[in-house]
């Protein structure tokens, strides 16, 4: 079975950083693209990084204005998302996504906070 598990969430102080994992289990993480959203309370959920399935090619929202890097370590099945100088509105749920054949798979997300 598909199986996506985040970790690294957390309390975070305004312009600290912090670095989310996404451990994959199932299928090989390798064979496809891989994403991070998050979703705010009342807010809807948004992408904020993809990474291609060598895990050269990524992308990010603007609204991360290139504080976060989203990384991949294949060997480990695992995709990461690093986020330096954090803000309160970066406070949310983050979210591992998969497309694998059709199917979309999520995390259980994981909590981020940042506040004092």
């Known amino acids: 079975q598909v199986q996506l598990v985040e970790s690294g969430g957390g309390l975070v102080r305004p312009g600290g950083s912090l670095r989310l994992s996404c451990a994959a289990s199932?299928?090989?993480?390798?064979?496809?693209?891989m994403s991070w959203y998050r979703q705010a309370p009342g807010r809807e959920r948004e992408l904020v990084a993809t990474i291609s399935r060598v895990g050269i090619n990524t992308s990010y929202a603007d609204s991360m204005k290139g504080r976060v890097t989203i990384s991949r370590d294949n060997g480990k099945n695992t995709i990461y998302l690093q986020m330096n100088t954090l803000k309160p509105e970066d406070t949310a749920v983050y979210y591992c996504?998969?497309?694998?054949?059709?199917?979309?798979?999520w995390g259980q997300g994981a909590q981020v906070t940042v506040a004092s």
């Open positions: 199932g299928f090989t993480s390798g064979s496809y693209p």
């Open positions: 996504k998969a497309d694998i054949r059709g199917i979309t798979y």
